[in-house]
């Protein structure tokens, strides 16, 4: 059985119906990448998975970990090991991130059975951890966040990925407004973290991300269906021809 | 302090006010209303000395000839004052007492609240002042602290054993002509703290008073005298609580506080009255005058509120800065859910010479609440080089409440700076969100960012109360987003 798996997801926004069917299976281990143009239904798969209440699933199921997903509480879905890199990291004044992924490391534990940790088994593990994105001491000091430019915002998705160790990670388009040092240390970050038992959603437009963390599979999502999956030469094929091919394929061009 | 808030967060989910409990015990209560009879009785009950009834009297005839005020930002209802019980003192049913002299029902009480009338719970150094309805309950640790000269005692008390003292400072700071609410305390008074410090000595030990309604119908009217003498430090604690009835009751107090030369007075004050119920029924009408005097050069004067409960808060405690170079300062966190409505703030008279204040208020309105920060920034001719900041936040839950800011500046001196920064923000869905995405529920998630805001006055309050106030807003706010 797949980590996750997604049959005929369908959801709307409002009424307007943004997801029109998608199925996939994400198993252990593997690094799934999702292209497609703007507009096609990437970040509302990430939203919908996550329990994002702004969206609506109105027909099909998703299993993760071999439980019902839909019927998760948001804070479920990550305690049971989903985690969300934003593509807009969220800014909480007056929190420092120190608290905040305290709290949020030991709400996992709790939830796992496990007792919370320490101070100082926290801040050991928080030192270690936030070194793997070059993160600054003093960031992990501020509000959550708060002040952060946009790479910063980007490494500190990957730290508090870092310290959740999830099962399945969703980066939503975690490459945009990155420089290219950025984007290698945000790559070397997850790729430290992948291994035979977690896995990846790498959404993006671009190549670029994808030349650091390799995907095993590709997918195309196009109107909110998945219309074609390869391996991970369709990246280079999607860099080349662009998504007019696509388009054309499904008879709109 | 990390490991305390995460407990803090778990203990709170799903808790109500948890001190609205009534105590079964009978109460010397006197004839409901007010006139003059009514104050010569509770003057009588007391044995008090006739300049305190003369005092009485007095204020009870200028409140007669005052309306009740209505310029806050506030829907106040009528009050019946004439339906009012003005004294009820708790009496013991079987006449007994323990080993220390307190009744094992009012005892019980108050180790319900958390409040240790036993001197054993000497390790929290805490010296306690228990007050239940209209009379102290007990006074501990007094032996102790009249060793370094430091008086801590009942007003009642007080009035009896040091009358100069109490004679030369009371209504000085409060006169009874302030205010309506302030003229009705005067003439009714019931009970509450007295604190004195004496030259030179810096208090041990905090020292707090615990107030407690317990009778139907009754109002509380405190009252509290701080005098803390040249070169003097001392820090006072006020917490209290209400059972939950039906009927909305009235308290209120006045709190008078002098420092003399050098002297340093910090005044911290959780208060987690009843707020009535969901649809606003019932609560404590919280109508308090406090006001402090920084009269000797260099001292300083700080208040601390975090402000939880009541349905009605109308409280400003203030500085007046009459010493050369002397500092006022007020930190201040007022929450208000359902049906709650405050309008608090502050004033800072600054009289004389490089004299400094400051103000951060935080507002926090949750439900279909109103929160409204008052306050007055004054600047004499005379004060030169005086300096005031003032912060004035608000945050909002949900958006069927109100966050209001009315600041009075007036500045009469051109060698002094006042500074004004106000901020209204949210908490929106999207922090919500990104919270529960990283496995932290909405409530806590709530809990997390409100205590995050609060942070810069929480930090202010002694470590034992900033536990307890983190706990009271996560509680308030239960809810509160949909």
């Known amino acids: 059985m797949g980590l996750l798996e997604i049959k005929n997801l369908h959801a709307n926004i409002g009424d307007k119906e943004i997801l029109k069917g998608v199925n996939l299976t994400i198993n252990p281990g593997e690094v799934h990448a999702i292209m497609g143009p703007n507009g096609s239904g990437k970040s509302t798969l990430s939203a919908v998975l996550t329990g994002n209440p702004t969206y609506t699933v109105t027909e099909g199921s998703v299993m993760f970990n071999g439980k019902n997903l839909l019927e998760m509480a948001p804070e479920d879905r990550a305690r049971e090991g989903m985690f969300l890199s934003f593509q807009y990291p969220v800014e909480i004044p007056g929190v420092s991130m120190v608290n905040f992924i305290r709290t949020a490391v030991n709400e996992k534990r709790k939830y796992q059975g496990q007792p919370a940790l320490s101070a100082t088994e926290f801040l050991k593990m928080m030192r270690e951890r936030k070194d793997l994105v070059e993160l600054d001491n003093k960031l992990a000091n501020r509000s959550v966040n708060e002040g952060f430019s946009g790479g910063e915002k980007k490494r500190n998705e990957i730290f508090q990925m870092a310290m959740l160790e999830p099962k399945l990670s969703i980066l939503d388009e975690t490459d945009s407004g990155l420089d290219i040092d950025a984007l290698r240390i945000v790559a070397k970050g997850v790729n430290h973290l992948r291994n035979s038992e977690n896995a990846s959603i790498v959404i993006t437009h671009y190549q670029r991300l994808l030349d650091y963390i390799v995907p095993d599979v590709v997918h195309v999502l196009y109107k909110g269906r998945i219309v074609k999956t390869e391996g991970r030469e369709l990246v280079a094929e999607l860099e080349e021809k662009g998504y007019d091919w696509i388009k054309r394929e499904q008879g709109d061009l | ?482």
Not at chain 2, 181 to 200: C, Q, R, T
Not at chain 2, 319 to 331: K, T
Request: hydrophobic content about 35%; aromatic content about 10%; some cysteine.
């Open chain 2, 1 to 482: 302090m990390a490991e305390q808030e995460e407990n803090i967060v778990e203990q709170v989910t799903n808790q109500e006010y948890k001190y609205g409990f009534v105590t079964d015990i009978d109460a010397d209560t006197i004839p409901q209303g007010l006139n003059e009879d009514i104050i010569r009785l509770i003057s009588e009950k007391k044995n008090e000395p006739d300049w305190l009834l003369e005092f009485r009297l007095k204020a009870f005839r200028h409140w007669q000839t005052l309306e009740m005020p209505n310029w806050a930002h506030i829907d106040m209802p009528e009050i019946d004052f004439q339906s009012i019980y003005y004294y009820s003192a708790p009496k013991s049913k079987t006449n007994k007492t323990d080993a220390n002299g307190i009744d094992p029902e009012l005892n019980k009480t108050f180790d319900k609240l958390g409040i240790p009338l036993y001197e054993r719970a000497q390790l929290s150094g805490m010296a306690v002042d228990a007050v239940m309805d209209s009379v102290s309950v007990k006074t501990t640790f007094k032996e102790q602290l009249a060793e370094l000269g430091i008086i801590f005692c009942s007003i009642s008390s007080a009035v009896k054993d040091y009358p100069d003292l109490v004679r030369k400072y009371l209504g000085t700071v409060v006169p009874y002509t302030d205010n309506f609410f302030a003229a009705l305390n005067s003439a009714v008074f019931s009970d509450g703290s007295f604190v004195y410090i004496p030259k030179g000595v810096r208090c041990p030990m905090e020292l707090s008073s615990y107030f407690r309604i317990n009778a139907a119908k009754t109002g509380q009217f405190e009252r509290t005298l701080i005098v803390a003498d040249d070169d003097s430090y001392v820090s006072y604690l006020e917490g209290c609580t209400a059972p939950q009835r039906d009927e909305a009751q009235m308290h209120a107090a006045i709190v008078e506080i002098v420092a003399h030369d050098r002297a340093e007075i910090k005044y911290s004050t959780v208060q987690n009255w009843y707020p009535g119920d969901k649809d606003g029924k019932g609560g404590i009408y919280n109508c308090v005058t406090k006001r402090a005097i920084c009269k000797g050069d260099s001292s300083k004067i700080s208040w601390t509120q975090v402000e939880t409960g009541s349905a009605i808060t109308w409280k400003y405690p203030s500085c007046i800065l009459a010493g050369d170079n002397s500092v006022g300062e007020f930190y201040s966190v007022a929450v208000t859910n359902n049906y709650q409505q405050a309008d608090t703030g502050t004033k800072m008279i600054h009289l004389g010479k490089n004299t400094k204040s400051r103000i951060v208020s935080k507002g926090i309105s949750a439900g279909k609440s109103q929160n409204s920060y008052r306050g007055e920034v004054r600047v004499v001719p005379k004060a030169s080089n005086s300096r005031n900041f003032s912060q004035c936040d608000s945050l909002l839950l949900g958006d069927k409440c109100g966050a209001h800011t009315f600041p009075y500046i007036q500045v009469d001196n051109e060698t002094s700076v006042v500074q004004h920064e106000a901020t209204t923000s949210k908490v929106d869905e999207d922090q919500i969100f990104y919270c529960n995405q990283r496995g932290i529920s909405t409530e806590d998630a709530v809990g997390l960012i409100v205590n995050g805001y609060a942070k810069e006055v929480i930090n202010k309050l002694p470590m034992e109360f900033a536990v307890e106030a983190q706990k009271l807003l996560a509680v308030s706010l239960e809810n509160s987003v949909g």
